[in-house]
Nanobody, 123 residues
């Protein structure tokens, strides 16, 4: 049984930092694209970042501020979020799947999801 568990969300002031963690079981992260999406109420889930095949991909809105990393030994993925803005406020989800590069920003490509962790950035 595949399970993804996120942690590290919370409340932070604008300009601050948070580090999200995603621990996986039942699958080997380095064989999948593993990354992060976020969602606010009444909006579609939005691609944030993914680590696939040794490469890192980022949404334009977070490029230069967020950094994705992976610990293969621990089967974990991390998202370091710096220079946070109020518009980064969302529920952040860890996701994994057999994604192809041309479609890695599509939530439909990811078969496995965590329960989400809330990130709130105050102005």
């Amino acid at each position: 049984q595949v399970r993804l568990v996120e942690s590290g969300g919370g409340l932070v002031q604008a300009g601050g930092s948070l580090r999200l963690s995603c621990a996986g079981s039942g699958l080997t992260f380095n064989r999948y694209g593993v990354g992060w999406f976020r969602q606010v109420a009444d909006k579609e889930r939005e691609f944030v970042s993914v680590y696939k095949g040794g490469s890192r991909y980022y949404a334009d809105s977070v490029k230069g501020r967020f950094t994705i990393s992976r610990d293969n030994a621990k089967n974990m993925v991390f998202l370091q979020m710096d220079s946070l803005r109020p518009e980064d406020t969302a529920v952040y989800y860890c996701a994994a799947g057999n994604v192809i590069t041309s479609s890695l920003t599509s939530a439909n490509m990811y078969a496995y999801w965590g329960q989400g962790t809330q990130v709130t950035v105050s102005s």
